[in-house]
C-alpha cells in the first residue's frame, strides 16, 4: 500500500521503511476490513453521482415533476448515509489495528529494552528511551492508523472510479489517468528533502528529550554548582533547534499540498472545458457529463489526500529507524536461556569463577578471562583503579547480565542453570549509590524484605548505625524522605543500604560496591567492622576504593584492564612488588 511512497525513501531510510512493512503483516485483517470499506465507499460513490446526475438532467432537461424524482432523492440520502457509515468503519478499523499494533510494539520493544540488562542500558541515555518508546511508538502509530489506509485508498479508489468513468465517457477518463500520475511524481520530487527534514526533527527530538530528562536528574547538583542557568539556557538552544526542524518539516508540507492542490485543480478544470464542449456539439449526453464532472474532484481526493500526509509517513520513517536501531542492539546481545533450576543457600556457598569474559557492545572495556574463588566465612576484597571491570564482575554475580565466556559457579552449580529469582533471593546488595523512594525510612529499609517484622527491623537499624540518626529525628522511622533521599546525608544513606541488607537476615551472600563511599574515617571503621562480622556466617565479595578496607580483608582479588593480575592475602600483596603494592603506594603519595 505503500508503494507510492517508496521510490523517494532515501537509502538510510529504506531499512526503516522495510520494518514498518513488516510490522504492517501483524495488522493484515484490520487493513483489509479497511480496503474493503474503501472500495465498498468508492463504489457508493460512483452510485450517488450517478442517481446525482439523474435527477440534475431529470429535473433541469426534462422538467420531471417531484413526484417522479421523489424515489431518486430517498435513494441519494440513503446512499449519502451509507458513505457516511462506511467512512467511520473504514477510520475505525483502521485506528483499531494500529492501536492494537502499538500495544504489541511497546511490550516487544520493552522486552528487547529487558534484553539489553543493566549494563547494556548505560550506553544510551535514558530520555532517548523514552523519546523512541513514547514519541517513536506514536508516530508510528499515526502511519498505520492514518498514512497506510489513504495509501491503499490512493490506489484502490481512482481504479474503482476509472473503471466506471471511461464506459461514461472515454476522453474525460484518459485525461484522468494521464493527469493523476503527477501526484505521486511532484511527491518523488520533494521527498528526499522533506525526509531529510523529518530525519533531523526526530533526531532533535531524541537530543532535546534526553537533555531534559538529564536536567531533572541532576536539577540538584546544577543549582550546587551554579550550573542551572547554563544548563537552561542549553535547554532553550535545543528547543529552538527543534522548533525551526519542525518549521522546515511543516513548510515542505504545506508546499506540498498547495502544489497538489493546483494540480488537481488544473486537471479537474481541463476535464470541465472538455466536456463542456463537447455537450455543447452534442458528442456526449448531458447525464453521462455530470455522472463524470461529479466523479473527477473525488478521483483526485485520495491522491491529494495522501500527499497532506506525507509528513506522517516521514516521522514514523525517523522513528522507525530509530526503533529498528533498538531492535538491532538488542539482538546482538548474545542469547542465553534462563534457567529453571532451584538455589539453595541455607549456608555460605563456595562461588567460583572460571575464564569469566564479558564485552560491551561497540567498546572493547569489560572482563578478560577472569577466574578466582569467593570463599564462604571470609571476606574478599575487589581492588582496582576506576574502568577495571569491578561494578562488571558485581553485575554478572547479581546476574544482571550473563557472561558472554565461562561459568559462575556456585557450590560447583552452573549459576546459567538456576533460578535467577531465587539465586537473587540469595543476595544482598549494596551498591555505592542506593536508590531512595519517596516514603518513610521504614517504607525503604523495608524495600529489601517486605516479610521482616519489627524486631527484625530494629535489628538491621541498630547494627547499621541507622538507629542513633533516627532517634534524633521527630518522626524516628516514620520520618518521610523525599525523592532521592532528600532528608538524609550521604553518609546516612550508606547506612540506609547496610540496613536493608542486614534485614535480609537468611540471605548467605553479600556483595558490596564501596559500601563506605560517603562515610568519614570512624564510619568507615565502624561499617568494616559489621562487614567482617556478617562474613563470618557469609560468603562476602566487597568491591573497595579505599585500600586500608582492602587490607583488612582476608583476600584480595586486583583487576586491571578487566583481567586479574594478582590475589592473594592482602599481607602477601603488600610485601610483593606487584599490583596492589602499587596502588597502596600510589595511594599513599
Known sequence: MSSLGAADTPPTARRAAQW?????????????????????????????????????????LERAPFAQLWPLCAALLVLALLRVMLTIGARRSAVCGAQQLAGVLRARLLQEVQALGTLGLRASASGDLLTRLVDGIEAVLAYFARYLPQAGAAVLVPLLLAAFIFPADWLSGLVLVLTAPLIPLFMVLVGRAAAR??????????????AFIDALGGLVTLRQLGAAERFAARLERENEAYRVLSLQVLRVAFLSSLVLEFFAMVSIAIVAVLIGFRLLWGELALRDGLFVLLLAPEFYLQLRG??????????????????????????????????????????????????????????????HECSFTIRPAQLTALVGPSGSGKSTLLNLLLGFAAPDRGRILVDGVDLAGCDPRQWRDCIAWVPQSSHVFEGTVRENVLVANREADAAALNRALEASGLAPVLARLPHGAETVLGERGVGLSGGQLQRLALARALVRERTRVWLLDEPAAHLDRDGAGEFQALIRAAAASRTVLMAVHRLSAACAADWVVVLEGGRVVEQGPPQHLRGSAGAFSALLQAEHS
Do not use: K, N
Open 20 to 60: 514498518l512493512r513488516r510490522e504492517a503483516r501483524l495488522i493484515r485483517g484490520p487493513l483489509l476490513r479497511t480496503a474493503l470499506f474503501t472500495a465498498l465507499l468508492a463504489l457508493s460513490l460512483v452510485a450517488q453521482a450517478w442517481v446525482l446526475a439523474a435527477i440534475l438532467t431529470a429535473g433541469v
Open 197 to 210: 527534514a523529518s530525519e533531523q526533527r526526530y533526531a532533535q527530538l531524541r537530543r532535546l528529550g534526553a
Open 306 to 367: 495522501l500527499g497532506t500526509l506525507r509528513h506522517t509517513r516521514m516521522d514514523a520513517v525517523a522513528a522507525a529507524e530509530q526503533l529498528a536501531a533498538l531492535e538491532v542492539d538488542a539482538a546482538a546481545v548474545p542469547a542465553h536461556s534462563v534457567g529453571t533450576a532451584p538455589v539453595r543457600c541455607e549456608r555460605a556457598p563456595e562461588i567460583r569463577l572460571e575464564h569469566l569474559a564479558y564485552l560491551y557492545r561497540g567498546r572493547g572495556t569489560g572482563l
